[in-house]
């Protein structure tokens, strides 16, 4: 089943811990991005990737720290989380080279930092 | 770079009614314009999307009209159902083909 995997599902956490949100996809998608999910704001980009060892910022990066070295996966990392970056978060997949495709999204990691 | 405004941010219709959401767009060269859906406590999943070169798709109770002149699109959903209730996304390209941006959202609600 083609699908976009994130993990944990929930998650508290204290102030300035390291953390990691995994995402793997199995459709062999080149790109791939992140999404912080915030009543009222809609879907913001923190990071996107257009292929492997290839990231770039998106609308909202500080804080956060992503990595593509291989093509399933691009982790999400908060290097010392703060209690504004609790929010949803949702990764995304689709294709790069196929233009006008649709975007699969991971299941959401609820993030609290307290 | 593109922006997307979309309205309203909330919309109560009673069981049977239709809903409709709006959603305007920066960048004349955009060409692909996807909605998504979000129930409750889901991920958002496509539901319709249209291309430039068509001013109208349709499936079943859903559909999707474009002004490429007036930079709008919107959806339709007639016959509206409790299970209508979520949150609407519309989205179009940024600036790449493959980047999205996405509106605010629609918290559609269907009243029994």
């Known amino acids: 089943e083609a699908q976009v995997t994130q993990n944990p599902r929930y998650l508290i956490t204290v102030t300035g811990k390291k953390l990691t949100v995994t995402c793997s996809q199995n459709?062999?998608?080149?790109?791939m991005s992140w999404y912080r999910q915030d009543p009222g704001l809609g879907l913001r980009q923190i990071y996107y990737?257009?292929?492997?060892?290839?990231?770039d910022k998106g609308d909202v990066p500080e804080g956060y720290k992503v990595s593509r070295k291989e093509k399933r996966n691009f982790p999400l990392i908060l290097e010392s989380p703060s209690p504004n970056q609790t929010s949803l978060y949702f990764c995304?997949?689709?294709?790069?080279?196929?233009?006008?495709?649709?975007?699969?999204f991971g299941q959401g990691t609820r993030l609290t930092v307290v | 770079g593109e922006n997307v405004e979309q309205h309203p941010s909330t919309l109560s219709v009673q069981e049977g009614d239709s809903a409709v959401i709006k959603c305007t767009y920066s960048?004349?060269?955009?060409?692909?314009f996807p909605w998504y859906k979000q129930e409750l406590g889901k991920r958002p999943q496509l539901i319709i999307d249209?291309?430039?070169?068509?001013g109208e798709k349709k499936d079943q109770r859903i559909a999707v009209t474009l002004n490429k002149t007036a930079k709008h699109f919107s959806l339709h959903i007639t016959e509206t159902q409790p299970e209508d209730s979520a949150v609407y996304f519309c989205?179009?390209?940024?600036?790449?083909?493959?980047?999205?941006?996405f509106g605010s959202g629609t918290r559609l609600l269907v009243r029994p």
């Open positions: 990737s257009m292929n492997v060892e290839v990231t």
């Open positions: 459709m062999n998608h080149e790109y």
């Open positions: 960048d004349s060269a955009s060409n692909y």
């Open positions: 995304a997949s689709r294709f790069r080279t196929v233009p006008n495709t649709e975007a699969f």
């Open positions: 249209i291309r430039s070169n068509v």
């Open positions: 989205a179009a390209p940024g600036d790449s083909s493959y980047k999205l941006i």
